[in-house]
């Protein structure tokens, strides 16, 4: 991976930061960090899933973050520096962080092109980069960063420590929280999909709803959120949406969940907290998810899902209905011919 030429630490110093127990040399000098097929003599990488033991045998990381826990010995690997943590990925994640702050440099100041209205107002230590348009009366929290090309609309809110980058549209009364990241192209507050239909003439419906962003939510670059009718659209803290989602009006998406790409998900459904929708995921209106429920990859969700729940399909079922469906589904020739050998036998045309 590309890094900053400058990047240069020891594997005690990544021990220290990622709080793990150092096994070996020290001393060794890091400068980057990769995937254990892709890695240098002079890279990190981590270890934490055992069908990848072959890859750690072959690795040429010489510094790994490996389970404090192993199920099954490491293969014998003379010369490495273990650095032993719980969760080996979230690990590697904070050192990808560290090369992260030296390898980007975002926007500083403002930008002599960008165009802010004068009753907007903007935190201290907030950037602004070029053709950037912040409208009348929003308001931008301290150290954000706003991208070259961003459009932010009337009244619209943005938090501290946000990270919008370029062609993001928060269009007017967007509310965004602290922390959040928003990724290129992505659309907020776009009309909701409301129309009535009269005497077969589709009348649009005002939409002059909001989309509300709680605190530490990331979204992916061309997610479009459509505003509500009326009250708000929102997505609640911690949640991490992945590019290419759409979210319609009126949703309620709770805390922490994870919604994968191409989910589409349809206008007042309420999803609650720690739900996973993997993608390509499809959903109805109208409809609840439950606390902590996955939802399997190209699943067409049609009803109500309880808590915790496991559901594939489409239309989506419980996950064990499903793939006993599947099941039955690959047999079918056979029962063709069977039926049709009975059929014969006992039922012969006249």
Do not use: W
Request: hydrophobic share 40%; aromatic share 4%.
């Amino acid at each position: 991976m590309t890094t900053p030429a400058t990047f240069q630490m020891t594997a005690q110093q990544i021990a220290e930061i990622v709080k793990g127990h150092l096994d070996g040399d020290g001393t060794r000098a890091i400068r980057g960090a990769a995937t254990l097929t892709d890695a240098s003599e002079q890279d990190i990488s981590f270890f934490h899933n055992p069908k990848y033991i072959d890859q750690l045998a072959g690795t040429k990381a010489q510094v790994l973050l490996i389970p404090e826990k192993m199920n099954g010995a490491l293969p014998s690997l003379p010369g490495k520096t273990y650095i032993k943590v719980a969760h080996p990925q979230f690990a590697f994640a904070q050192i990808l962080m560290l090369l992260d702050k030296g390898r980007v440099h975002h926007p500083q100041g403002i930008h002599p092109r960008a165009v802010i209205d004068p009753s907007a107002k903007i935190g201290a230590g907030t950037a602004v980069g070029a053709n950037a348009v912040i409208e009348r009366d929003a308001v931008i929290g301290d150290n954000s960063i706003i991208y070259a090309g961003v459009y932010v609309g009337e009244r619209t809110h943005i938090g501290s420590n946000c990270l919008v980058y370029p062609n993001v549209i928060l269009r007017e009364d967007t509310h965004i929280g602290n922390r959040v990241i928003i990724g290129p192209g992505a659309i907020l507050g776009s009309d909701g999909y409301g129309f009535a239909t009269i005497q077969g003439k589709h009348l649009k419906i005002p939409q002059i709803g909001r989309v509300a962003i709680a605190d530490d939510v990331e979204i992916g670059a061309n997610v479009t959120i459509d505003r509500a009718t009326t009250g708000e659209t929102r997505v609640g803290s911690g949640t991490k949406i992945d590019n290419l989602v759409h979210i319609a009006h009126n949703v309620e998406i709770g805390k922490d969940c994870l919604i994968v790409a191409f989910v589409g998900i349809s206008g007042s459904t309420k999803i609650g907290n720690r739900v996973t929708l993997a993608g390509q995921v499809g959903m109805v209106g109208h409809i609840t998810v439950g606390d902590g429920a996955v939802v399997a990859a190209q699943s067409g969700l049609m009803n109500d899902v309880n808590p915790g729940e496991l559901m594939f399909g489409s239309p989506a079922r419980p996950h064990k209905e499903a793939m006993k469906i599947q099941a039955l589904l690959g047999k079918l020739p056979e029962m063709y011919d069977t039926l049709k050998t009975l059929k014969k036998k006992f039922l012969p045309e006249n």
